[in-house]
């Protein structure tokens, strides 16, 4: 599995393969409605619309249950999760250049622990992409989570390591005090009501405050994300992700620095408005191993804020 998502950029491009005249234009050469249909189609529940034109809002709600592993305190009970999520992106010039910012938080009750709420830290972030009315996409960002202090107890430390495994690629909005810059590069093909779109990173973290026993200053996260969506009709899509977070620096054994998800979804696509249904499935062992198991729905919504006037067709 981990062969094919290193080969999805190129399974993505093969099929792109045309002359570089036909990859000519550009956003806005068409009218409003050929631009949608490249340009405008429903994002991933959890990856961004990569060419939008105006600003955008998407909140997301996780609820989890989970099995803790066998040396939790949980006593073999079930832990339950809550995850929210809320990003506002605007673009700085239509369809090629956005900033946006997100903000997490989580709540868990496990057995035997305690309840807790705990809130992440804010990520702040920039992006660019190229496209074309072919239905090519391609860019790359870079995010920066910003160090907030926290006074964590040891039973808040584990009811954190719980929650955090219902979104293990954004996990670092969650560690204290710890400087993480996030480069990736996104690419996106669309043919026909086909849909292909993968997002690949690093997350470099760097602890800004004292160590603790057996603590690594610095640690890097692979992570690798794959959408396969189909539109049904103009206000339904449905699709299937795909992801992969591996821990290169963690002193880990070798069978829990993968952790692979699958989430499928149906998104309804409304004038302004795009809620989405999704179900979050671990494939292997969930986040270093942390948990036993989990599964989760998500709910989510995707809020657009339309600017300037429509063209019409050219």
């Known amino acids: 599995m981990r062969l094919l998502l290193r080969c999805l950029p190129l399974l993505l491009l093969w099929p792109c393969a045309r002359p570089a005249s036909a990859l000519a234009a550009a956003p806005g050469a068409w009218s409003d409605e050929e631009d949608e249909a490249v340009f405008d189609v429903p994002a991933p529940p959890t990856l961004p619309g990569l060419t939008l034109r105006d600003p955008t809002f998407t909140f997301e709600y996780t609820a989890a249950v989970i099995e803790p592993d066998a040396a ?82 040891r039973d808040q430390a584990e009811v954190l390591r719980t929650a955090r495994v219902v979104r293990p690629w954004d996990e670092t909005r969650f560690r204290e005090l710890t400087l993480t810059f996030r480069p990736w590069f996104d690419m996106r093909h669309i043919t026909g009501p086909f849909i292909f779109q993968l997002r690949q990173g690093l997350d470099w973290s760097l602890v800004v405050r004292r160590t603790r026993s057996g603590e690594r200053r610095t640690d890097i996260t692979a992570h690798t994300a794959f959408y396969f969506g189909y539109r049904l009709a103009r206000p339904v899509g449905v699709g299937l992700e795909l992801w992969e977070v591996y821990q290169l620096t963690q002193d880990l054994p070798d069978d829990r620095r993968a952790t692979f998800a699958i989430s499928p979804s149906v998104r309804f696509i409304l004038s302004n ?9 671990p494939v292997t062992t969930p986040l270093r191993g942390d948990v036993a198991s989990y599964y989760a729905a998500r ?12 063209r019409a067709r050219r």
């Open 72 to 153: 939790s305190r949980a006593g073999g009970k079930l832990a339950f999760a809550w995850y929210s999520h809320g990003e506002m992106e605007v673009p700085l010039v239509p369809r090629k250049w956005f900033v946006g910012a997100v903000h997490d938080s989580a709540a868990a009750s496990v057995p035997g622990v305690e309840r807790s709420i705990l809130l992440g830290s804010p990520e702040l972030y920039g992006r660019g992409v190229w496209s074309s009315v072919r239905g090519l996409a391609s860019g790359g960002g870079f995010g920066l989570v910003l160090p907030v202090p926290r006074d964590v107890s």
């Open 273 to 281: 408005v795009q809620p989405a249904l999704s179900v979050l499935l």
């Open 299 to 310: 709910f989510s919504v995707g809020f657009t804020f339309p600017t300037g006037a429509r």
